[in-house]
Nanobody
Framework: QVHLVETGGGLVQAGGSLRLSCAAS????????MGWFRQAPGKEREFVAA????????SYADSVKGRFTISKDNAKNAVYLQMNSLKAEDTAVYYC????????????????????WGQGTQVTVSS
């Protein structure tokens, strides 16, 4: 099992940047593929970005492609989401998620793929 804690959320103006961090504890972090999801008020949770166990493969939602970057540091047991050129529509609670991935090289893009979730961190972008 792995325990996840997100930090780095906050209030930022449109066009600004934030870096979210997700610290993992528990099982061997290098065995886990990671993802970021978000949920805005009144909306379903949606995929944002994902990264493979080793960090060599990433995927992004079309809405954030070119603006957000996901990265994974197995030595620090952490995954990050660098968010640039933020827009008002990026406002949401952002969740970090993890699942074991022993054989698959590609990331996982759907919420049902993930077994472990953090508590979320609020990101608010003012226009």
């Amino acid at each position: 099992q792995v325990h996840l804690v997100e930090t780095g959320g906050g209030l930022v103006q449109a066009g600004g940047s934030l870096r979210l961090s997700c610290a993992a504890s528990g099982d061997s972090f290098s065995n886990y593929a990671m993802g970021w999801f978000r949920q805005a008020p009144g909306k379903e949770r949606e995929f944002v970005a994902a990264i493979s166990r080793g960090g060599s493969s990433t995927s992004y939602a079309d809405s954030v492609k070119g603006r957000f970057t996901i990265s994974k540091d197995n030595a620090k047991n952490a995954v990050y989401l660098q968010m640039n050129s933020l827009k008002a529509e990026d406002t949401a609670v952002y969740y970090c998620a993890a699942r074991t991935s022993y054989y698959r090289i590609s990331p996982y893009n759907t919420a049902d793929d993930y077994a472990y979730w953090g508590q979320g961190t609020q990101v608010t972008v003012s226009s």
